[in-house]
């Protein structure tokens, strides 16, 4: 099944998710819905708030933005950052979203994640590089984050007004979305 994509402004998006009480969820069908989603939108990660869920659970394929296309597919259930390494690099991110919004950020080049996989078997692991940013990205989503928090000064002015559009439904994309609703 594929979902519509929260979009900005939607109160979900920041709020931190609720843990995932194992047998509360069928999570390996939500998880398969989540890919679908995410393949259907061309993304490369998804959080369950970007699906209206607060949840924390979150899916990953870092193959799109790999040079031999050998990415990690990961489901993650319930997961805690234990550490983050390495040098602070920057790259242009988006997200689905905030849709034709796109920005540098800066973060750490190594993450180290406990979470449980759509089995609920429990994994440690430690990622780099791309993979590490994609899992940052969405780890912030479940924290109730989105990569535009990051932003200051002009940079974060010169986006108002878009991110303005994007809440009120003006947005160009070819995936489903759900407007906010203003009450």
């Known amino acids: 099944m594929i979902y519509p994509?929260?979009?900005?402004?939607?109160?979900?998006?920041?709020?931190?998710?609720?843990?995932?009480?194992?047998?509360?969820?069928?999570v390996k069908t939500?998880?398969?819905?989540?890919?679908?989603?995410?393949?259907q939108?061309?993304?490369?990660?998804?959080?369950a708030p970007q699906i209206g869920k607060g949840l924390r659970m979150f899916v990953i394929d870092s193959?799109?933005?790999?040079?031999?296309?050998?990415g990690i597919k990961k489901v993650f259930i319930n997961p805690e950052i234990i550490e983050e390494n390495g040098e602070l690099w920057a790259f242009e991110e988006g997200c689905l979203s905030l849709p034709g919004i796109r920005a540098d950020?800066?973060?750490?080049?190594?993450?180290?994640?406990?979470?449980?996989?759509e089995n609920w078997v429990a994994h440690t692991e430690t990622f780099t590089e791309m993979p590490a940013r994609?899992?940052?990205?969405?780890?912030d989503h479940i924290?109730?984050?989105?990569?535009?928090?990051y932003l200051r000064g002009l940079k974060k002015q010169l986006l108002k007004g878009k991110l303005n559009g994007i809440s009120r439904g003006q947005a160009k994309?070819?995936?489903?979305?759900k407007v906010p609703v203003k009450k």
């Open 173 to 177: 994309v070819n995936y489903k979305v």
């Open 63 to 70: 193959s799109p933005m790999e040079e031999n296309e050998q």
């Open 30 to 39: 939500l998880s398969e819905d989540m890919f679908e989603t995410m393949y």
């Open 5 to 26: 994509i929260t979009l900005y402004g939607d109160p979900v998006l920041k709020r931190p998710a609720e843990d995932i009480e194992k047998g509360s969820m069928d």
């Open 143 to 149: 924290e109730g984050i989105i990569f535009t928090d």
């Open 105 to 117: 950020v800066f973060r750490n080049e190594q993450v180290t994640i406990q979470y449980f996989d």
């Open 134 to 139: 994609i899992i940052l990205h969405e780890y």
């Open 41 to 47: 939108a061309s993304g490369v990660g998804l959080a």
